[in-house]
């Protein structure tokens, strides 16, 4: 007999326990997605440091490739689980191979500083968004007031004074990127809930992503590929900035909510910012300041909020047939 789940998909303590999951496996679940988003706030200072003509499009496709392949090695191939989860899979490839162009294209259109408030801006709204449409759970109280002073924080860090001139297709663009990230978590806890581990879902989707992105290959240059530094800077990002932090994301995504892992990335802009302020040597002003504080104020009422719950309380998504098995 199938255990007892919730409406978000998980079963009890005893069904996690036969998994070799407890309930404090999850309750540093968001500090897993923090470190991720550290490390994929080094990605702008690598590009920065990478020769002047480095292509980020080419780059990033590099990075999938050269990543995805690298989750997908070091995980347990699914096998005959891809047919039972293929529909979140679809989902979680188009939303990886989609957020590439479209957030170059938001910030090349209306510039890095708004491209990047609206991209990462929206992610954690459309997520919370698209959780209350599909699990009909609204976000808490505690998320609205953290989410919110996290996004005042972002503002105030990316904004830098200047009149805003924001067009149409790099604000669609841009939104789109927020769309597509929000749907690459959602679709990746629902293909965990249907019994694939984080890692391998991570895995095949960006490795079916690196695929789609392939034509971008023939028709952008790749001839900085040949010097040190656009090498090394393509190998750091698939590696470190993207195997490595995939597999932190991995750990903490299954027992974290897709508004609050879309909430707790919002680190990845506030580590580009120190990173260009210590490594770069760009100025911080006073306003960008203030905007830091609130910023990891907002990411500390989140990343910690869940952490406060009872042991037990978070437990692993549940595979139906080895539950069915297992009773």
């Not at 406060?308 to 978070?314: A, I, L, S």
Request: a positive charge; glycine letters at 10%; charged letters at 10%.
């Amino acid at each position: 007999m199938r255990p007892a789940t919730t409406r978000s998909g998980f079963g009890d303590k005893a069904a996690s326990e036969r998994r070799g999951f407890s309930g404090g496996a999850f309750i540093g679940a968001p500090l897993w997605v923090l470190a991720a988003a550290v490390l994929w706030g080094t990605t702008g200072t690598t590009l920065a440091l990478a020769p002047p003509e480095t292509d980020p499009l080419v780059l990033g496709a590099l990075r999938l490739a050269l990543g995805g392949p690298l989750l997908l090695a070091t995980s347990r191939f699914p096998g005959a689980a891809l047919c039972r989860v293929w529909r979140p899979l679809a989902v979680a490839s188009l939303a990886v191979a989609a957020y590439q162009p479209a957030f170059f294209l938001g910030v090349r259109t209306n510039g890095i500083a708004i491209g990047t408030l609206i991209a990462i801006g929206s992610a954690p709204l459309l997520a919370a968004v698209l959780e209350m449409l599909t699990e009909r759970r609204p976000p808490s109280i505690r998320w609205l007031f953290a989410t919110a002073l996290a996004l005042l924080g972002l503002g105030l860090l990316l904004h830098q004074g200047r009149t805003l001139q924001l067009t149409l297709t790099g604000s669609l663009a841009s939104l789109a990127a927020g769309a597509s990230y929000a749907f690459f978590v959602f679709a990746t806890r629902r293909a965990v809930r249907a019994g694939l581990a984080a890692e391998q879902v991570i895995a095949c989707s960006f490795v079916a992503a690196a695929v789609l992105l392939i034509p971008l290959l023939f028709w952008r240059p790749v001839g900085w590929l040949h010097s040190s530094g656009g090498l090394l800077a393509t190998l750091y990002l698939g590696v470190v900035a993207t195997a490595l932090s995939y597999r932190l994301f991995a750990r903490g995504v299954a027992g974290t909510s897709s508004a609050t892992v879309a909430t707790v990335s919002l680190a990845e802009p506030l580590t580009a910012t120190l990173l260009a302020v210590f490594v770069i040597r760009e100025d911080l002003t006073s306003q960008q300041l203030v905007g830091v504080a609130s910023l990891v104020a907002g990411l500390s009422l989140v990343a910690l909020g869940e952490q406060v719950r009872p042991r037990g309380t978070f437990t692993a998504p549940v595979d139906p047939v080895r539950e069915e098995q297992a009773s």
